[in-house]
C-alpha cells in the first residue's frame, strides 16, 4: 500500500555517525517527514542514547527502521526510491519529485555499492560540487539540500 500521507520520505542507509543521523531527524521532524533507517547503524537510538545527546525532537520524529533495502521498497511499495550519490552524473534538480517519494542517502564513509547504483542509474542523482577538493558533502547537508528542493517542488514550503 503506497504511503500517500506523507509528501516525502527520507531514508539512510546504513549511517554511521550519530550526529549526522540526529541532524536528519531534526528536519524530518520539523517538516513532518518519516525517516527511515535501513541496516545496520553504527550507534544506538536506545531512550537512555538518545537522552543522553539530548534530541529532544526525538518524540516527534516518525521513525521506522527496515532491515535492508528490499524491505524497504517493500513498505513503500509506491515509492520511488532516488540513490544520492557523488558518483553519478544525473542532478537532484533534474528531477521532477512526486508525493511518496524517497531520498535514500548512503553510508558515510562508503557511500552506496557500486552494484547498487549500476543497477538503480535511472534513480541515482548527485548534488553538485563547484570544486574537486572534497570527495562529498555532509549527510546531514545533503539531505537538507534534498529535502529542500523536493518540498519546493511540491509546493510544500511556505
Known sequence: MEDCTHPIHVALYKPEIHPNAGNIARLCAANALPLHLVG?????IDERSVRRAGLDYWPFVDLRREKDLHEL???LPGSRLFYF???TGRLYTDIKYKIGDCL?????????????????QDYTVRIPMRTENVRSLNLSTAAGIAVYEALRQLNLLS
Not at 40 to 44: E, Y
Not at 107 to 112: A, D, N, R, Y
Request: aromatic share 10%; charged share 20%.
Open 73 to 75: 521498497k517493500s513498505v
Open 85 to 87: 550519490s557523488a558518483r
Open 104 to 120: 535514500v542517502f548512503g553510508p558515510e564513509s562508503s557511500g552506496f555499492p557500486e552494484d547498487l547504483l549500476s543497477a538503480n
Open 40 to 44: 545496520n547503524l553504527g550507534f544506538r
